[in-house]
């Protein structure tokens, strides 16, 4: 298939089941008309040996899910009469999303694994040297890292779980973050009259985390209203345009960009990116733009779902339930 993807047919849920173990899978599509015990059986084994292992489980409808099965959290329920076209795109997700969860939890046993390499109680110095060599080996970076455009789709995904503001930009600074490696994302909420607040902050804000800080204070404040105005995206050769001053020498030649995530006419939130030294990537401005609309229509969403329930998008903060787009 394209994009990497291979499919493999087998004759039974077991047999599924065993080729997970025999080798890394992805996804699994079950029909859950078949055997009940079986398929069940075959999740409690993927939880176990292979926890990555997506589940996608073909019914007639959701409900026909037993909840044995139902109980998993890697088990996704797709109806049968399902459109090709949407079938092919829950697919793609579901194997992008397993992917990830894999990639991060191997990142996270090879930091355990180099916290073991270097713990050296006699030398501190030389545990950072040694720690800084053995980073570079398994973490090469090429100059000028290619934002990962096809990936929007998993973004979309994660962001369609959550109603809570501030989850929503994490996730949507998390993801460019992976895309951009080296560079530093930011993102504000934006409540009425235009108020601002900062939301999320992630990346590489260089060593001097104070100096970091001022700098977002003043992009906020100098540069945000601006944009938030015009209604477009500014992007700079050098961060310190936004700013001015020589304040801020170790930002130097890192690219920038800030850009407003507008749906349905309404402003709900910003993003900035200080890119790393260098030229800014040929996809990163599209990309950018992307991230702004898959998560200014999940802000749009949310904030229906607030104005349903309490009449009015947040206006001003109060002492019992805090603002969190102001």
């Not at 009425?192 to 590489?204: K, M």
């Amino acid at each position: 298939m394209d994009e990497g993807f291979q499919i493999e047919m087998v004759p039974s849920a077991t047999r599924a089941g065993i080729r997970c173990v025999e080798q890394v899978v992805d996804a699994v599509l079950l029909d859950v008309t078949e055997d009940v015990v079986e398929v069940s059986n075959t999740a409690r084994l993927l939880q176990r040996v292979s926890k990555h292992t997506k589940i996608v489980v073909l019914c007639e409808s959701s409900q026909d899910v037993p909840p044995t099965l139902a109980a998993f959290e890697n088990v996704q329920r797709v109806v049968s009469d399902v459109s090709p076209n949407d079938f092919v795109r829950i697919m793609r997700t579901t194997v992008r999303v397993a992917r990830l969860s894999r990639e991060r939890h191997e990142r996270i046993d090879t930091l355990k694994s180099l916290a073991t390499q270097v713990h050296d109680e006699q030398n501190v110095t030389g545990d950072m040297e040694k720690l800084l060599s053995v980073l570079q080996e398994h973490s090469p970076r090429t100059p000028f890292p290619k934002l990962k455009l096809p990936e929007i789709s998993t973004l979309t995904e994660v962001l369609a779980r959550s109603l809570d503001p501030l989850t929503a930009s994490r996730a949507a600074v998390d993801f460019v973050e992976r895309c951009l490696p080296g560079a530093m994302i930011v993102s504000w909420l934006v409540g009425s009259d235009s108020r601002t607040g900062l939301a999320a902050c992630a990346g590489n804000g260089g060593s001097n985390a104070i100096l970091s800080a001022r700098l977002l204070s003043d992009v906020e404040t100098l540069q945000l209203p601006r944009v938030l105005s015009a209604d477009r995206a500014c992007v700079v050769d050098d961060v310190r345009q936004f700013v001015g001053g020589n304040d801020f020498q170790s930002f130097a030649q890192r690219w920038a960009m800030l850009a407003p995530c507008r749906a349905n006419g309404e402003c709900f939130a910003a993003i900035l990116i200080v890119g790393p030294v260098g030229s800014m990537p040929a996809q990163a401005e599209a990309g950018l733009g992307d991230v702004c609309q898959a998560l200014a229509t999940q802000l749009a969403f949310d904030a229906r779902i607030h104005r349903r329930i309490c009449g009015a998008w947040p206006s001003d903060s109060c002492e019992d339930e805090p603002d969190l787009f102001g």
